[in-house]
């Protein structure tokens, strides 16, 4: 069960507590707090992060609510900056594809869903805060807003992918060898599976950049084969 941070909590096991999805990140915390979390997690080895999600059982089946659709990390890093140069807490999907956009000839549905899939992204990041179908500050926003580097913004989206489960099932699983990527969504229908996984592979692109060698033998061993998570599934 999520829980809020105390002042009393280290921000070692703060991280802990993030990567694990144990702590609330959608309400206020103090400025100091998020601070500390971001700089601890930024100090945090990918080694240490994949103990922290081994020790998380597996999902053999991963909830659809939960699986990511963004477009790239590049364009989550800037909802938090958009959300505070506009001023507006409660950004709408339309108003947030509006301005991640800045296509003033892109059609409404468009820019719906282009804020629906990069505004739950950052909320599953931890960048923002997701109710009611809007984009609310959350914990981490302005902390995360106020650091300068580009660079480092981008490594801690990659860091906090990690919070992400089928991220955390398939890091998991492929530590004992080769996995099949679409595992874990086979209850889904193929072409919902196939849509996904574009997702999916981007941001192990992505965590494969951090050149840790544990963390790419693990991704090196996630292959992507439909047709055989297909027929795996046939009754006999």
């Not at 507006?88 to 409404?108: C, H, I, P, R």
Request: aromatic letters at 6%; hydrophobic letters at 40%.
């Amino acid at each position: 069960m999520d829980c809020t941070i105390s002042a009393n909590i280290t921000p070692t096991a703060a991280v802990r507590l993030l990567i694990m999805n144990e702590i609330a990140i959608d309400g206020f915390w103090q400025t100091k707090q998020a601070e500390n979390l971001l700089n601890e997690l930024d100090n945090t080895t990918v080694t240490s992060l994949l103990r922290i999600i081994d020790f998380i059982e597996p999902q053999n089946q991963v909830d659809s609510v939960t699986l990511p659709q963004f477009g790239s990390l590049e364009t989550l890093v800037r909802v938090p900056e958009i959300m505070i140069s506009t001023g507006m807490d409660g950004l709408s999907y339309t108003q947030l594809g509006f301005y991640l956009k800045g296509d003033v000839n892109a059609k409404q549905s468009a820019n719906a869903k282009y804020g629906e899939t990069h505004g739950k992204g950052a909320c599953q990041l931890g960048f923002a805060g997701c109710q009611k179908s809007k984009i609310h500050f959350g914990s981490l926003t302005n902390a995360f807003h106020e650091i300068p580097d580009h660079d480092r913004k981008l490594r801690l989206a990659k860091l906090l992918c990690f919070r992400i489960p089928i991220i955390q099932t398939l890091l998991n699983k492929a530590r004992c060898g080769k996995i099949n990527g679409f595992a874990p969504m086979s209850h889904l229908e193929k072409s919902t599976q196939i849509r996904r996984a574009i997702c999916v592979k981007m941001i192990l692109r992505e965590l494969h950049t951090l050149q840790d060698p544990e963390l790419s033998s693990r991704i090196d061993n996630i292959y992507w084969d439909i047709e055989r998570e297909d027929s795996s599934n046939v009754e006999v």
